[in-house]
């Protein structure tokens, strides 16, 4: 942690063995046909394959991509996980080729199939085939199916990138990859590929079986301690810096904080806030100013397990409201002039090219009004009235250029449109990258990459520590910035000139000592959802807040996740979602911060 505490060793694999003879042919021929096509052919090193990965890779001199047999990675991940060798890449492969010819010498095809398909990393900590057969099927990987066996064989390519619980089209287009190439070397017949294209993975995961509310989780203190951040550390070893930490031994030092991760795992146990009901989830973020240090989060409720769906991480939610404070608010600031005294005409107002007619909460408009007041009450039509009108001085490709630049992801930027004014069609953002965002506005507009490691050192090993140096940008100048922060410090605090409003959610946060800022937000159902369902009108599927200090940047969220679960009691009705049900959950995540840093040393000042 950031004080320098072991919170957890790593190394013991949740790994299960079976023999070859236990597998099923569909399984055997998908990791054949993807991984090693000349598998019970070769002498356990393919020359054509390697001498085709060879060439590609010439002008570096790098043998990083593609060219080893299943054989050449049995002995990678038996004999080389700790790298006690040359450090020279061509080396070792020089070496995992001499053993592989050594080891098909010894043992059978089968035998190494066995031990590969038994080790191999299938993301989530899931290592071996039948343990990822139970964490994405729910069943013995005797009885995986053509698509099921697919989707395995394609998700070891990249295990996080895959993961169907991370990224749903990117596994279901790398399952077909990997059908095609078992058609291609003839394993399935013409019918059967054509069949198995139409199979959506969803249909098969376990985790989108469940039929009644009574078959979720309990949400009774099921949270590991400290699990949902170290989770992220994982993620961040393996995207960042390409380690996979139960192959090369580390140690990993982060800027988690005890005592805010302690409030954290709180959360998620329902020790802070009583919820609605037990499909309701939540999600929080915190991350230090102007390091983009991670210091806690809150992954979901009943977060019990290692690699799970991180709800501060993995989920992108509509952010609601809180894009005015991300988004059109800081670019109106940045770029058209716009000052605190600036007044906006609420009106009847349509998108553009629709009849859709854009509508307050309160399903009414309010005439020409300042910002201070259209900002912390969050009026919708001077939102899109800001996003109308930066595009017509600036253009879309400065709004995606921001949108990039403060940590959205490359799908979102590309989909950028009026609705984003309001947070929703298409505007989907993890609570992580909320607080990150956040976190420039009281960065005094610098967005730093949000991370959780600062230090890792190689055991057993030469290589020299890595020491994390993440990327920063200048997102808004300081002026854009500093106004976008004070609109959110007087819709916590009020302001100082007639026509300004405080919101009455936010006022409950206030502290008397130090500054806070912030804004909030709500996600409606819309009236086809509501009809389907039976909601009544109003009826809200998501909470959130992004807040902060000088120091800390937050975000929260709680709502229901409608992929996983919905049925006729899955939302939060008008006056619930406006009873202030999150106050003490917001409450409690500032005052862990208090109690572990003390008064926010950072200040905020007017720029010249």
């Given at each position: 942690?950031?004080?320098?505490?072991?919170?957890?060793?790593?190394?013991?694999?949740?790994?299960?063995?079976?023999?070859?003879?236990?597998?099923?042919?569909?399984?055997?021929?998908?990791?054949?046909?993807?991984?090693?096509?000349?598998?019970?052919?070769?002498?356990?090193?393919?020359?054509?394959?390697?001498?085709?990965?060879?060439?590609?890779?010439?002008?570096?001199?790098?043998?990083?991509?593609?060219?080893?047999?299943?054989?050449?990675?049995?002995?990678?991940?038996?004999?080389?996980?700790?790298?006690?060798?040359?450090?020279?890449?061509?080396?070792?492969?020089?070496?995992?080729?001499?053993?592989?010819?050594?080891?098909?010498?010894?043992?059978?095809?089968?035998?190494?199939?066995?031990?590969?398909?038994?080790?191999?990393?299938?993301?989530?900590?899931?290592?071996?085939?039948?343990?990822?057969?139970?964490?994405?099927?729910?069943?013995?990987?005797?009885?995986?199916?053509?698509?099921?066996?697919?989707?395995?064989?394609?998700?070891?390519?990249?295990?996080?990138?895959?993961?169907?619980?991370?990224?749903?089209?990117?596994?279901?287009?790398?399952?077909?990859?990997?059908?095609?190439?078992?058609?291609?070397?003839?394993?399935?017949?013409?019918?059967?590929?054509?069949?198995?294209?139409?199979?959506?993975?969803?249909?098969?995961?376990?985790?989108?079986?469940?039929?009644?509310?009574?078959?979720?989780?309990?949400?009774?203190?099921?949270?590991?301690?400290?699990?949902?951040?170290?989770?992220?550390?994982?993620?961040?070893?393996?995207?960042?810096?390409?380690?996979?930490?139960?192959?090369?031994?580390?140690?990993?030092?982060?800027?988690?904080?005890?005592?805010?991760?302690?409030?954290?795992?709180?959360?998620?146990?329902?020790?802070?806030?009583?919820?609605?009901?037990?499909?309701?989830?939540?999600?929080?973020?915190?991350?230090?100013?102007?390091?983009?240090?991670?210091?806690?989060?809150?992954?979901?409720?009943?977060?019990?397990?290692?690699?799970?769906?991180?709800?501060?991480?993995?989920?992108?939610?509509?952010?609601?409201?809180?894009?005015?404070?991300?988004?059109?608010?800081?670019?109106?600031?940045?770029?058209?002039?716009?000052?605190?005294?600036?007044?906006?005409?609420?009106?009847?107002?349509?998108?553009?090219?629709?009849?859709?007619?854009?509508?307050?909460?309160?399903?009414?408009?309010?005439?020409?009004?300042?910002?201070?007041?259209?900002?912390?009450?969050?009026?919708?039509?001077?939102?899109?009235?800001?996003?109308?009108?930066?595009?017509?001085?600036?253009?879309?490709?400065?709004?995606?250029?921001?949108?990039?630049?403060?940590?959205?992801?490359?799908?979102?930027?590309?989909?950028?449109?009026?609705?984003?004014?309001?947070?929703?069609?298409?505007?989907?953002?993890?609570?992580?990258?909320?607080?990150?965002?956040?976190?420039?506005?009281?960065?005094?507009?610098?967005?730093?990459?949000?991370?959780?490691?600062?230090?890792?050192?190689?055991?057993?090993?030469?290589?020299?520590?890595?020491i994390a140096n993440v990327p920063s940008v200048r997102a808004l100048s300081e002026g854009a910035a500093w106004l976008t922060s004070y609109l959110e410090y007087i819709g916590v605090n009020g302001g100082t000139e007639d026509d300004y409003a405080y919101n009455v959610r936010l006022t409950y946060i206030r502290r008397s000592n130090y500054a806070v800022y912030g804004k909030t937000?709500?996600?409606?159902?819309?009236?086809?959802?509501?009809?389907?369902?039976?909601?009544?009108?109003?009826?809200?599927?998501?909470?959130?807040?992004?807040?902060?200090?000088?120091?800390?940047?937050?975000?929260?969220?709680?709502?229901?996740?409608?992929?996983?679960?919905?049925?006729?009691?899955?939302?939060?009705?008008?006056?619930?979602?406006?009873?202030?049900?999150?106050?003490?959950?917001?409450?409690?995540?500032?005052?862990?911060?208090?109690?572990?840093?003390?008064?926010?040393?950072?200040?905020?000042?007017?720029?010249?």
């Amino acid at each position: 942690d950031d004080s320098g505490n072991q919170i957890m060793i790593l190394g013991k694999e949740n790994r299960i063995s079976f023999a070859y003879n236990k597998f099923p042919q569909v399984l055997v021929d998908a990791f054949i046909a993807v991984e090693d096509s000349r598998f019970f052919e070769h002498p356990g090193f393919d020359l054509p394959r390697f001498a085709k990965a060879f060439l590609e890779n010439i002008k570096s001199l790098s043998f990083a991509q593609g060219g080893s047999t299943i054989t050449m990675q049995v002995i990678k991940n038996t004999y080389f996980a700790v790298d006690t060798i040359a450090e020279s890449t061509i080396n070792r492969k020089v070496q995992e080729i001499y053993y592989a010819l050594q080891i098909s010498n010894m043992i059978s095809k089968e035998r190494v199939f066995e031990m590969y398909i038994n080790k191999v990393n299938f993301g989530a900590n899931a290592r071996g085939v039948q343990v990822a057969s139970k964490y994405y099927f729910n069943k013995d990987c005797t009885d995986l199916s053509l698509v099921e066996s697919a989707m395995l064989a394609g998700i070891i390519k990249a295990p996080n990138a895959y993961n169907p619980y991370y990224d749903i089209e990117a596994c279901q287009e790398r399952t077909a990859d990997v059908l095609y190439l078992m058609h291609y070397h003839g394993y399935i017949t013409d019918l059967e590929y054509e069949l198995a294209l139409k199979v959506r993975v969803e249909n098969l995961l376990y985790g989108n079986t469940l039929t009644s509310s009574s078959q979720l989780t309990e949400y009774v203190d099921g949270t590991i301690d400290n699990q949902a951040y170290i989770d992220i550390v994982l993620a961040e070893l393996e995207e960042m810096y390409g380690i996979d930490p139960y192959v090369t031994p580390v140690r990993v030092y982060t800027g988690m904080n005890q005592t805010v991760q302690a409030t954290c795992d709180a959360l998620s146990r329902g020790e802070i806030i009583t919820f609605k009901d037990n499909n309701i989830n939540t999600a929080a973020a915190i991350i230090q100013n102007y390091t983009g240090l991670i210091v806690g989060v809150c992954g979901g409720r009943n977060y019990n397990g290692q690699r799970i769906y991180n709800y501060a991480y993995d989920n992108r939610i509509s952010p609601g409201s809180t894009s005015k404070a991300l988004f059109t608010y800081p670019l109106a600031f940045e770029h058209c002039g716009m000052s605190t005294s600036y007044t906006i005409n609420d009106e009847p107002t349509l998108y553009s090219g629709t009849n859709i007619l854009l509508y307050n909460d309160t399903r009414t408009w309010y005439g020409e009004t300042s910002v201070q007041k259209t900002f912390p009450l969050s009026y919708n039509v001077p939102s899109l009235k800001l996003y109308q009108l930066i595009n017509e001085t600036v253009g879309e490709t400065i709004m995606r250029k921001y949108l990039k630049n403060i940590g959205h992801d490359q799908s979102v930027v590309d989909f950028m449109n009026e609705q984003f004014a309001i947070g929703c069609f298409g505007y989907l953002v993890s609570p992580v990258q909320m607080a990150a965002a956040q976190s420039m506005i009281l960065s005094k507009g610098v967005y730093t990459t949000p991370h959780t490691i600062t230090r890792i050192e190689f055991i057993n090993s030469s290589r020299e520590p890595i020491i994390a140096n993440v990327p920063s940008v200048r997102a808004l100048s300081e002026g854009a910035a500093w106004l976008t922060s004070y609109l959110e410090y007087i819709g916590v605090n009020g302001g100082t000139e007639d026509d300004y409003a405080y919101n009455v959610r936010l006022t409950y946060i206030r502290r008397s000592n130090y500054a806070v800022y912030g804004k909030t937000g709500l996600n409606a159902y819309d009236s086809a959802v509501r009809r389907k369902w039976g909601y009544p009108v109003g009826a809200e599927q998501d909470m959130l807040y992004v807040f902060g200090t000088n120091d800390y940047s937050f975000s929260f969220w709680m709502g229901y996740d409608t992929g996983r679960y919905q049925d006729e009691t899955t939302y939060m009705s008008y006056y619930y979602a406006h009873d202030l049900r999150d106050v003490p959950a917001i409450n409690a995540l500032i005052n862990a911060v208090y109690t572990a840093y003390g008064v926010p040393k950072n200040t905020n000042n007017r720029p010249s």
